[in-house]
């Protein structure tokens, strides 16, 4: 086990006593969606990284101990900083248990692939909403000249005269995809040249760091990315970008429960889509160098959002602006882009009083509705979120089960919602 200072203490529930407005400032940690990637990205080094920045969540510990088993060396310098080296980092000894709870560990495929020229994987885990096939990941293996194959639960991948440099076209944008052949392409013989890639912010910070560690990769946060395969790689010290996702979490709960937050520690360009949509809804957002200052007066007003692949509407934020929908005036339309089974978070919330409508990968909100405390379920990560804030608006004591997924994304969630001024426990 990892000596973590930070090791999150377990619970069984959350209890959330709802009507309090949130003021104050809230400091947001490192992106969980781009520390996975480059925890992994460390494995290409075969030397010391230092990490700063890591949000301590669980799928960061999980990470952190599956390099661990594997034969690396995990040093915990400060609760958000942490020295990763990977010289003896032994391949094909995934432990099976955490792989199977987190769909970061796909990323141990394309990391032992450009590491070792062959990966054993077993297939990962993570929040269920919908099918998260792996195919454009292994397409991109194949263009690079790896075999794949799965066998007995597991994921196979062997490169036996090695990986070389290719054009890779993915049918459909994929963050996880793109990860992977930057992983396995960036040690890989000649230029890799990945069309529709992902442009999300985590995947520019995984090219600055493998560019910090040597590597030439240019394109990131564009459709194609250029990968000019090197020699070897070094290691560096690094700082992961703040989390966009749990800075657009606390102002979504700041404008539901009509009060003033000052998020901190963020990188507003990221927020815009967010921003734009709390200032469709009638919420005050004030951007600052690294913050931004969200102020409402409760009274929302129902939008329509439709989620995209960046930079359109992130999918990880549609349950959140679910929830805030269920208090607004009028009726909102929610149209899932991404995953087909992202609306499971409307049964809990139906619980609580919501009138919500879902026809496939559409629904509908009939806003303010009487929402009032029940027991209800974190059936996901950002479910939970959903639940969290609507637990922070409606009258009444909610009781939240299934924390675990909660934790998955969010560090301390439960001390930061209290310094707001939430009555949480």
Known sequence: MINNPTTLQDTDKIIIKGGNRLFGSVDISGMKNAALPILFATILTKSKCVIENLPAVSDVTQSLEILQEMGAIVRYLTPTTVEVDTESFRQGLAPFDLVSKM???????????????????????????????????????????????????????EAEHGLFGNSVYFDVTSVGATVNVMLASVLAEGMTI???????????????????????????????????????????????IPDMIEAGTFMVAAATTGGRVRVTNIIPKHMETVSTKLIEMGVQIEEHDDAITVTSDGKLKSVNIKTLPYPGFPTDMHPQFGAALCFAEGTGIITEGIW????????????????????????????????????VKAVDLRGGAAVMIAALAAEGVSEITGVDVIRRGYYDVVGKLKALGADIQ
């Open 103 to 157: 769909r970061g560990s796909t990323y141990l495929l394309g990391a032992e692939l450009g590491r070792f020229g062959k990966a054993n994987v077993n297939y990962p885990g993570g929040c269920d909403f919908g099918v998260r096939p792996i195919d454009q990941h292994i397409k991109g293996f194949e263009a690079l000249g790896a075999r794949v194959w799965m066998e007995n639960g597991y994921i196979n991948a």
């Open 194 to 240: 990945i069309e529709n890639a992902a442009r999300e912010p985590h995947i520019v910070d995984l090219a600055n760091f493998f560019n910090t560690c040597g590597a030439n990769i240019t394109g990131a946060g564009t459709s194609v990315i250029k990968v000019r395969g090197v020699k070897e790689l070094h290691g560096c010290t690094y700082t992961i």
């Open 340 to 375: 087909e089974s992202r609306f499971r978070y409307t049964e809990e919330l139906g619980k609580m009083g919501a009138n919500i409508i879902v026809n496939g990968k559409t629904a509908t909100y009939i806003g303010k509705h009487q929402m009032t405390g029940a027991r």
